[in-house]
């Protein structure tokens, strides 16, 4: 016998959001999440928003790189040759 | 063959050295200072690189790195400097600025008129713990786990600051969008 998928309420679909965007959910509870949004366009709205702003605020705050004087300062201190990447 | 030296040398190389700027980002937001990002992000890939035989392969060196990196800068850095005001997380509604919004622009796109400085700048103003949260999660790319374990607090504490931080974030951004005319503030 299997049991019934678990159903979540609106809040509770808001207060997971954010680990659902992080994939941060157990496999039930993001089903679970995920059920309730394809049935709840306001609910799908608020991920909609949440999910772009995240998405910007990586990109804005990745934006910075280490200067190229410091990396080669760590380099030849370290005695290293290699170029690191933009991570 | 390789001698140990050259293989330590090539490993580190291989793997740590790909996230100097992560490094560099999360140094540069924790310390407020771009002159001590530069001496914390230096001193975090010395400590490394010294300490690299203590480094499980296969482990999130990532994650090990800002280790290091936490540990040099409460240690060594955090009294060093007084940082400008914070934002009380406390004082800001727990929810999304999307019910402001969602009449004029529900998908957010005033966002994109705001330029990187003005979101650093209030990613500054958070209270350290929210901010760390944040820098680690949206900067660094670390799991709610892998917070927890470098701030030595719990999984559910990381979680909470982490939503916390970003709502307040938001609505600082959104503030600052308000003020520089990219959106209209509606009355709820």
Redesign the interface.
Known sequence: MTSEPRVIDCQEA?RRL??LI?G?LTPEVEGAVQRHLEDCAPCM??Y???E???R???L????????GD??K??LG????T?N???? | MASAPDDKKETFEKEALPYLDTVYRVALRLSGDSTQADDLTQETMFKAYRAWHQYKQGTNVRAWLLTILRHTFINEYRREKQRGPTVDVAEFEQFTVFHDIQEVDPAGRFFDQIVDDEVIRAIDQLPPEFRECLVLSDIADLSYAEIADIMKVPVGTVKSRLFRARQALQRVLYDYAVEAGYIKRSVR
């Open positions: 808001a954010h680990e992080d941060e709205a608020v909609e928003f949440e772009a702003f995240l910007f605020v990586k804005k705050a990745k934006g910075q790189t280490a200067p410091l990396k300062r760590i201190s370290l005695g290293l290699s690191s990447d933009n991570t």
